[in-house]
């Protein structure tokens, strides 16, 4: 046989690629389980990191379940509306230009000393990818609780720093009600302050894209919660 | 006897004398991307050691049957299936480490080491020598990492694995982190020193 010829050079890439192509979706599609596991395992990680508790990797979910007492849908008006907050899709739903046609998740979190916070997921853009994290907000709904950030593909060293607590621990007490107007949080350069009196943190140096998306993240994601927060304030 | 020696060889030649980084100058590129932490540059040099013994085997064994006008094709699409898996493996069984490894699992499929090791050794080897030159060079590229990593982590940000290893007392006495060690350049720099060193105990490898 020619193995030069076209002929049999066509049917050899077509039996490789159809060979590769099924040995991929086999993996793919076996694995699946297992991976959404681990996935919705490292969220309910994340949402508990927002409110510094970290659980041991075996012991996720009761810990989820435990402390998250609640989860439920508002919509930009504060209305509460019917659906599997844990399952929203933060990704698409932060690109829906329109923050009225948005479904926004909230994690009610019942602390140890009884204390509730409500723990609102954030997502945005980083320098090389999707950044996002989980905002918590203290019961009167004026400043934060804790924060978590993580990243997809950020240069270690730089834009990756948004992920330690050096960064995040920055957000506490911070408000983002300043005299009933809501103010999401700046991220600057160490030394400067925003313009419009919004509350700071220092952003991270040479990563400045990243921080950058951190400000848009922030104030993309928690502006559409402005009614549910002023709402906590009142009750 | 002979036999082993060339194994030997085909082993241990990529550390030192026919090194891919430093000698071929290859795999440059994803050399600067992971080598600002150590932690990184462990895992990507453990995994690229791994994928690329495994597609100079899969290469080795259909080195007969491939046509030659489209050999660089095939490699791909056996590196990038490979790739795609061992990623898929990692999501469901090492959460953690995928998570760690992120975009540059992804990088492996563009290393040109890898590309060079296929086209070079497994097209014309056999599956036993072509699974150690695939390791040689692996560890070979994976060596050049640590040490580029460690250089740069711990001038530029004073820790090693992410432990603290110089001493507060440094900074009380003036001493501080050099930034330029984290950003891209310094890794080029870093490898440049390394080549250096490397030559001037190898005379022979000199121009």
């Not at chain 1, 508790?53 to 508002?74: A, G």
């Amino acid at each position: 046989m020619n193995k030069q010829s076209n002929t049999y050079t066509i049917i050899y890439i077509i039996a490789l690629v159809v060979v590769v192509g099924a040995a991929l979706a086999f993996t793919a599609m076996s694995l699946k389980p297992l991976q959404q596991i681990n996935a919705d395992a490292d969220k309910m990680r994340q949402i508990l990191a927002s409110v510094h508790i970290v659980p041991s990797s075996d012991n996720i979910k009761p810990e989820f379940d435990k402390y998250i007492t609640r989860k439920f849908i508002v919509n930009a008006d504060g209305e509460e509306l019917s659906g599997d907050a844990f399952n929203i899709d933060v990704a698409q739903e932060s690109k829906i230009k329109d923050s009225a046609e948005r479904q926004l998740p909230v994690f009610q979190c019942k602390l140890d000393n009884g204390d509730i916070k409500y723990i609102l997921p954030v997502y945005g853009a980083g320098l090389w990818g999707p950044i996002w994290g989980y905002v918590a907000i203290n019961s009167d709904g004026k400043s934060i609780y804790g924060a978590y950030f993580a990243h997809q593909g950020e240069t270690p060293g730089l834009g990756a720093e948004i992920e330690k607590p050096n960064f995040s621990d920055q957000f506490k007490d911070k408000r983002v009600f300043i005299d009933g107007q809501f103010k999401s949080v700046a991220v600057v350069k160490a030394g400067q302050k925003p313009l419009d009196g919004e509350d700071y943190v220092d952003g991270i140096s040479g990563g400045t894209i990243t921080s950058k998306g951190v400000e848009a993240m922030l104030s993309n994601c928690l502006a559409p919660y402005k009614s549910f927060l002023s709402n906590l304030s009142k009750d | 006897m002979a036999r082993k020696n060339k194994s030997l060889s085909v082993l241990f030649n990529p550390l030192s004398k026919d090194n891919p980084v430093i000698v071929q100058i290859l795999g440059i590129c994803s050399a600067l991307a992971v080598t600002a932490k150590l932690e990184p540059a462990i895992v990507m040099g453990i995994s690229v050691i791994a994928v690329m013994a495994f597609s100079n085997v899969i290469v080795s064994l259909m080195r007969n049957t491939i046509p030659n006008s489209i050999r660089i094709i095939v490699q791909l699409v056996i590196v990038a299936g490979l790739v795609a898996i061992v990623d898929q493996l990692l999501k469901a069984y090492a959460y953690d480490v995928s998570k760690q490894l992120s975009v540059f699992i992804g990088l492996i499929i563009t290393n040109c080491i890898l590309m060079g090791r296929l086209e070079a050794f497994a097209m014309s080897n056999k599956p036993w020598p072509s699974f150690l030159d695939g390791v040689g060079n692996g560890a070979g590229y994976a060596i050049i990492l640590i040490i580029v990593a460690f250089f740069r982590e711990l001038l530029g940000s004073g820790t090693l694995l992410g432990y603290q290893v110089i001493p507060q007392s440094f900074y009380d006495a003036g001493y501080s982190n050099n930034g330029l060690m984290i950003l891209p350049p310094m890794a080029l720099i870093t490898v440049a020193c390394i080549i250096w060193i490397h030559r001037s105990i190898n005379k022979d490898l000199q121009d």
